[in-house]
């Protein structure tokens, strides 16, 4: 299996920005956090997507499955999985706000870029809707 990104401190976050990562739509969306960057004892797969045309990165049983009822649903036009929840200042005081501690990276003590594991856009009543 090819090596993965390290994902550490602000700097590899700003390259993976820069690279595309956790941006764009559709066939151009390149997932934050892809299978081969996350050490996992679990279930991943990477499936190709027939609404957007490119291969998805997924990392368990229960994101696949997920997976599958969004790619089957009508509504669902596009699908976008390990989406960052970004600015990381907006998620910093979110955590503040609700008094919780936000996640660090133990290694260099970074605070953690959280994702959502998936994005959808619908259309519903003539609209666009985006739903995570």
């Known amino acids: 299996m090819a090596r993965g990104r390290s994902l550490l401190t602000i700097q590899d976050f700003q390259r993976a920005l ?3 990562y956790g941006l764009g739509t559709g ?3 390149k997932p934050w956090l892809r299978v081969q960057d996350v050490a996992s004892k679990g279930t991943s797969a990477k499936i190709q997507g027939l609404k957007s045309n490119r291969v998805h990165h997924l990392l368990s049983q229960l994101e696949c499955a997920c997976f599958y009822q969004a790619e089957f649903l009508d509504r669902v036009i596009d699908i976008r ?3 960052p929840l970004l600015p990381l200042s907006l998620s910093m005081k979110i955590a503040e706000t609700l008094g919780i501690q936000h996640p660090h990276i133990p290694k ?3 605070p953690s870029i959280m994702t ?3 994005l959808l856009t619908c259309y519903s009543d003539g609209q666009f809707v985006v739903v995570n």
Do not use: I
Request: hydrophobic share 25%; aromatic share 20%.
């Open 108 to 110: 260099t003590n970074t």
């Open 27 to 29: 066939a151009a969306y």
């Open 81 to 83: 999985e390990q989406f």
């Open 18 to 20: 820069k690279s595309r």
């Open 116 to 118: 959502t594991d998936f």
